[in-house]
């Protein structure tokens, strides 16, 4: 699966951002979708993620400012960002889990919050 991930950019802290990530190449609806994020020089972690049956999940910092969610209509996952802050500037990447169990990523997108 080709992942391509974007909606990232400069902005406030306080503002919002909504991510998009489109997929081709697998059947979409039955892929695990996730999202991670990489700041320079760190790891690259969790940051939310959503079944092929719409279960969602977060990590703790991210609960209740952002919202994963997808379309398969449109064969996209989307990240809704809101009150960011700062700390939350970096490269943010989709992932696509198929049910045979492979991975795939795309390329990232940066978001960087300003103060």
């Known amino acids: 699966v080709q992942l391509q991930a974007s909606g990232g950019g400069l902005v406030q802290a306080g503002e919002s951002l909504r991510l998009t990530c489109a997929a081709s190449?697998?059947?979409?609806?039955?892929?695990?979708m996730a999202w991670y994020r990489q700041a320079p020089g760190m790891q690259r972690d969790f940051v939310a993620s959503i079944t092929s049956r719409d279960t969602t999940n977060y990590a703790d910092s991210m609960k209740g400012r952002f919202t994963i969610s997808r379309d398969n209509a449109k064969n996209t996952v989307y990240l809704q960002m809101n009150s960011l802050k700062p700390e939350d500037t970096a490269v943010y990447y989709c992932?696509?889990?198929?049910?045979?169990?492979?991975?795939?990523w795309g390329q990232g997108t940066q978001v960087t919050v300003s103060s």
């Open positions: 992932l696509a889990i198929m049910a045979s169990g492979s991975t795939s």
């Open positions: 190449g697998s059947v979409f609806s039955r892929n695990d």
